[in-house]
Every structure is written in C-alpha cells, then in structure tokens.
C-alpha cells in the first residue's frame, strides 16, 4: 500500500543564488518534499518508528540549504534528494521542489524540482 508523506512551502531563510546580491544576503526558499513510503505496517502501527518522521526530515533538508550556501537550485534539490534516500530507507521515491519567490520582478516564483527513486 504505496502513499505519499508531504511537507509543503517549508520556508528557509538561506544564501543561495549566483548574483552577488543573492550571496549578500538570506533570501526565502520554499520547498515542498513529497516522500513515497509503503504505508502497510504504519497503517496498522500507528507508530513513527514505522514511517518516517517529517519533522526530522524538514529540519535536516533546512539545516542543509542553509549550511551549504548552494549557488544553484538544481544543486540544491538534487542533494536533498539524495539525502533523503540515503538516510531513510523507507522512501522509496522523493521528489523536492525549490522555490525563490522573491527574487525575480515579473515573476512570482523561480525554482528546481527533481524527482529520484531508489533503484
């Protein structure tokens, strides 16, 4: 039984971008994670030790936009998701979407999305 856990528009403040303006200071980045877990044993458990816990994994995706200072947005997305496959198991597909809402005029939002699956 195949479902979906979502953290959606988790707001950072981080450095990322390539402008010298973008390196100066934190902007917003709003991500959205959608992990593909088999919801079989959590159904029945109702226990976190048999899923995966969001809140550890948003906190961790946080930590790591803000700690890397990434110059790309398809850097970002691309090492989050290999993140996630790595340190959890029970993903079997992650897809991360990175959005800077603030930092282009006439447009409302720039960003990265990037799904894997584990192999």
């Known amino acids: 039984m195949k479902g979906e856990i979502l953290i959606e528009d988790l707001a950072v403040n981080c450095i990322i971008g ?12 709003l991500l959205n994670i959608t992990m593909e877990i088999d919801f079989s044993v959590v159904g ?4 976190v030790e048999d899923t995966v816990n ?5 906190e961790r995706i946080s930590e790591l936009a803000v700690g890397r200072q990434f110059q790309l947005v ?4 691309a090492t989050a998701c290999q993140q996630i496959l790595t340190d959890y198991p ?3 597909r992650v897809e991360v979407i990175a959005r800077k ?19």
């Open 90 to 92: 029970a993903v079997c």
């Open 54 to 58: 969001y809140a550890e994994i948003a």
């Open 74 to 77: 398809e850097a970002m997305v």
């Open 18 to 29: 390539i402008l010298s303006y973008e390196r100066a200071t934190a902007q917003k980045l």
């Open 44 to 47: 029945e458990s109702d226990r």
């Open 101 to 119: 809402p603030d930092i282009m005029p006439g447009s409302t939002v720039v960003g990265a999305r990037l799904a894997l699956s584990r192999d």
